[in-house]
């Protein structure tokens, strides 16, 4: 699936397997060029893992208050804020986001997919259910 829309992120691809879930990524570098912001990105015990394509606006704003809450950050980029905000805010993540986004993150623990768009739709999001 993810080389149908190569031509969406020319710099990188990833894929993340784990049971029934599969996270396919193509990477278009604006914010952080380094290995650090590739993805499916995961946070730190590996339990949280993201696709993620747009732009999150306040991405700042919400990493300062994350670091405040004393979660750790490996790179600089917004899908990174992403991965932090649901483990401290959950499904009221995209409440506090503004920005152009869709994406993917599923919660190994919960064993539990977690889609999001936003408000207006601007980014795509596909899955698939099914064999």
Known sequence: MTEVIAHRGPDGSGLHVDGPVALGHRRLSIIDLSTAGAQPM?????TVWI?????????????????ARGHAFRSHCD?????????????ALPER??????????????????LARD????????????D
Not at 42 to 46: A, I, K, Q, V, Y
Not at 51 to 67: M, V
Not at 81 to 89: C, Q, R
Not at 119 to 130: D, E, S, T, V
């Open 119 to 130: 408000r207006l739709g601007k980014k795509p999001l596909y899955y698939h259910l099914g």
């Open 42 to 46: 995961t946070n730190e015990d590996g």
């Open 51 to 67: 696709t993620f394509n747009g732009e999150i606006y306040n991405f700042l704003d919400l990493r300062a208050e994350l670091e």
């Open 79 to 91: 899908t990174e804020v992403l991965v932090h905000g649901y483990e401290e805010w959950g499904e």
């Open 97 to 114: 986001l503004c920005g152009m986004f869709a994406f993917a993150i599923w919660d190994a623990r919960r064993r539990r997919l977690f």
